[in-house]
Antibody
Framework: EVQLVESGGGLVQPGRSLRLSCAAS????????MHWVRQAPGKGLEWVSG????????GYADSVKGRFTISRDNAKNSLYLQMNSLRAEDTALYYC???????????????WGQGTLVTVSS | QSALTQPASVSGSPGQSITISCTGT?????????VSWYQQHPGKAPKLMIY???KRPSGVSNRFSGSKSGNTASLTISGLQAEDEADYYC?????????FGGGTKLTVL
């Protein structure tokens, strides 16, 4: 059974940094691309970033480009999101999601974790 | 990158069929057969219902179907059931990134 467990969320001041982690199990992690998707309180889903199986292809939403960095460690079955220069509008539940295939370009989010909440406020 | 356009809400009675539209552009929905649909119940993580426009993952009821015409994709739910009441989101590839629709709240009357 696919399991994705996010961690690292919390309350952070504007301008500060936070690093999210996602621990994956129940599948061969390095066979799949991975995504981060967020959902602000009471709002819809927003794709944040994605990474291919070998980190060779990476994409970001315009809203986070230059501030967030996605990475993965296939040896540790883990996905990360380094978030810098955080803003109030980054407040959201952040989901880690497994893609359907190894590549980022044809693989939407498939299996989802339960999310970790990030609150940006002074 | 703009969000795909979905109606804010749709409703139907048990047993009926409903269709949710998802309108994009020639840069996303219109260019790729890579539209997916997600169901989200309150307080729960999203669940993939349709991928690549019309394919269903294992375990998803065949009451759910997807299609596309031009820049607009559609999700149809037939034989509406109470447990179908949820938020539904479309998602499309758009060249090195993915974009979601604003979501549609389905109410089963």
């Amino acid at each position: 059974e696919v399991q994705l467990v996010e961690s690292g969320g919390g309350l952070v001041q504007p301008g500060r940094s936070l690093r999210l982690s996602c621990a994956a199990s129940g599948f061969t992690f390095d066979d799949y691309a991975m995504h981060w998707v967020r959902q602000a309180p009471g709002k819809g889903l927003e794709w944040v970033s994605g990474i291919s199986w070998n980190s060779g292809s990476i994409g970001y939403a315009d809203s986070v480009k230059g501030r967030f960095t996605i990475s993965r460690d296939n040896a540790k079955n883990s996905l990360y999101l380094q978030m810098n220069s955080l803003r109030a509008e980054d407040t959201a539940l952040y989901y880690c999601a497994k893609a359907r295939h190894y590549d980022l370009e044809s693989s939407p989010p498939s299996n989802w974790g339960q999310g970790t909440l990030v609150t940006v406020s002074s | 990158q703009s969000a795909l356009t979905q109606p804010a809400s749709v409703s139907g009675s048990p047993g009926q069929s409903i269709t949710i539209s998802c309108t994009g552009t020639s840069s996303d929905v219109g260019s790729y057969n890579l539209v997916s649909w997600y169901q989200q119940h309150p307080g729960k993580a999203p669940k993939l219902m349709i991928y690549e426009g019309s394919k269903r993952p294992s375990g998803v009821s065949n009451r759910f179907s997807g299609s596309k015409s031009g820049n607009t994709a559609s999700l149809t739910i037939s034989g509406l059931q109470a447990e179908d009441e949820a938020d539904y989101y479309c998602c499309s590839y758009a060249v090195i990134l993915w974009v979601f629709g604003g979501g549609t709240k389905l109410t089963v009357l």
